[in-house]
């Protein structure tokens, strides 16, 4: 026992130096010198035997330790050393080997710190399907049988970043790709649909937006950093994030009643608001007006309430894109009152998640005569300076489930 105990002390001390040393090199690569590429070829490149074992030695080096930061007047001692020799071997080895993923994970980190100075189109056709690939969905009436743990497959947070960094740019190639990769993996994302894939679906549907947000606060907010600048014509557009909320707004809606829960599809709807309100919001509140006036299916009404929680921001600050959005936050509440229910613990907490973040975001004060007062107001405006006065009504209301809830609550010692 005494052994064991050392033994897992020792191999959990291992691994954790280990990480510890992996970590320091990546914070190190930006201040390598403009020779260590040349460098690493020379000493790496002679184990890399797509047949041999030292291949996945040698790719693993090179993710790790290859900078990919450099300017672009130094790029002729960079990647452009390796990426023709690299890419080839991606393309041609078809056999999903176990040093795939490793190389999916340098591409990715070389494609978002050089936004705009690599021509990916002739290989996006391939990429896309290999992306597609490593997915494992189950195609055709007969199920084939899959490892449950594939040591081969692509970590979904370098698929994310790789496909971000791609899109844009004056073909617009990336961006038909996914809107065909999201069309034929979303029936995928119906509720009557269950699997191990299922996690890694959901997983890709939340982070592949929060990526793209990323990169639009990068080339528009900000501050100029050590990173390589994105060209003008690589920038993303407005029709570019209009396309892109499109290709992916199915899947997410599709998702919002998935079997294992709505965090994922919640937070997905949360960036993509916050990117286009106008083509997000609309098809929640669709589902989310029926859903309150139901009282036979709690599971959608937690949902739809959780996916609305996700996008409140968005909606209550109007704006250009969504002007109308405020106007709905009056009636969601009245109707959510209902949800405070003693007898569904699940359906209440979420209500009070609802009326909490809604009360944070917009003061409850009566606003009804400002009317009087000013003339220059829009029409949108008028309307929701008159529904303020609905306010106080809403909060005794509200009071009155509050301590009708704690009535019903409270412990009696009874004989």
Known sequence: MFLMTISKISSLLFS???????????????????????????????????????????????????PTSLPPHLHHKGFRLWFDEFIGLYVAVQNLPQWEGNLVNLFARLAT???????????????????????????????????????????????????TSMLGGPSKLAQKHLSGFFNSIASFYHPSNNGRWLMKLMKLLQRLPTSVVRRLHREWYKKTTWLNTVPDSHKLT???????VESIK?????????????????????????MRPELVIPPVLEKTYPALQTLTEPHQLTATLS???GVARSLVTGGRWFPEGPTHMLPLLMRAL?????????????????????????????????????SDLTEVEKQLCSATAEFEDFVLLFMDRCFALIEISTLEQTR
């Not at 020779?35 to 047949?51: G, I, N, R, S, V």
């Not at 407005?238 to 892109?244: A, E, K, R």
């Not at 009326?355 to 400002?370: H, N, R």
Request: net charge negative; hydrophobic share 45%; proline share 6%.
């Open 16 to 66: 954790s130096i280990e990480n510890v040393l992996k970590t320091l090199v990546k914070c190190c690569r930006p201040y390598f010198p403009v020779e260590a590429t040349a460098e690493m070829l020379d000493e790496w490149q002679p184990l890399m035997c797509p047949f041999d074992v030292t291949m996945q030695k040698a790719v693993s080096y090179f993710e790790m330790f290859l």
């Open 113 to 163: 710190d050089n936004i705009g100075y690599i021509d990916w189109d002739e290989y996006i056709p391939k990429i896309f399907t290999r992306f597609l690939r490593s997915l494992n969905l189950p195609v055709g009436s007969s199920q084939v049988s899959t490892s449950k743990y594939l040591s081969n497959a692509y970590e979904m947070g370098h698929v994310v970043v790789w496909i």
């Open 238 to 244: 407005d029709q570019d994030i209009t396309d892109f």
């Open 250 to 274: 199915q899947p997410v809606v599709l998702a919002m009643f998935s079997k294992i829960g709505s965090l994922e599809a919640a937070q997905a709807l949360q960036n993509l608001a916050l």
């Open 307 to 309: 996916c609305v929680i």
């Open 338 to 374: 209902p949800g405070v229910d003693p007898n569904d613990f699940s359906k209440c907490m979420i209500t009070f998640q609802f009326i909490a973040t809604f009360s944070t975001l917009v003061p409850l004060v009566d606003c009804s005569s400002v009317l009087q007062e000013r």
